[in-house]
């Protein structure tokens, strides 16, 4: 019932800028948290930014100054934006938000289909 849906991705050249964005739709009781995640080719999923229900933010080392992650209770909705970006960050990125449904249970993460990034050098 609840789905998870990113755009945004795309081909950028090193030290470029991409924003991507994540919505989130259905029947929704409650948000814990909405994150970002990345996967590179040969390498395993890795989180690259949280943002709590309570506004809370954490980024990893690898990212941190670089990239900032937004959300919108009301609207469903959690931004990336990514800054100064670099070869390393190539990786398809997906929006995962932890969240209760109106039917009920304990707190699950839905994940996105992902998008790509591509920075080239």
């Known amino acids: 019932q609840v789905q998870v849906v990113e755009s945004g991705g795309g081909l950028v050249q090193a030290g470029g800028s991409l924003t991507l964005s994540c919505a989130v739709s259905g029947n929704i009781f409650a948000f814990n948290a909405m994150e970002w995640h990345r996967q590179a080719p040969g390498k395993q999923r890795e989180l690259v930014a949280t943002?709590?229900?309570?506004?809370?933010?954490n980024y990893a080392d690898s990212v941190k100054g670089r990239f900032t992650i937004s959300g919108d209770n009301a609207k469903s909705m959690v931004n990336l934006q990514m800054k100064n970006l670099k070869p390393e960050d190539t990786a398809v990125y997906y929006c995962?938000?932890?969240?209760?449904?109106?039917?009920?249970?304990?707190?699950?993460?839905?994940w996105g289909q992902g998008t790509q990034v591509t920075v080239s050098s």
């Open positions: 995962a938000a932890l969240l209760v449904s109106n039917s009920g249970g304990l707190p699950r993460n839905y």
């Open positions: 943002i709590t229900s309570g506004g809370s933010t």
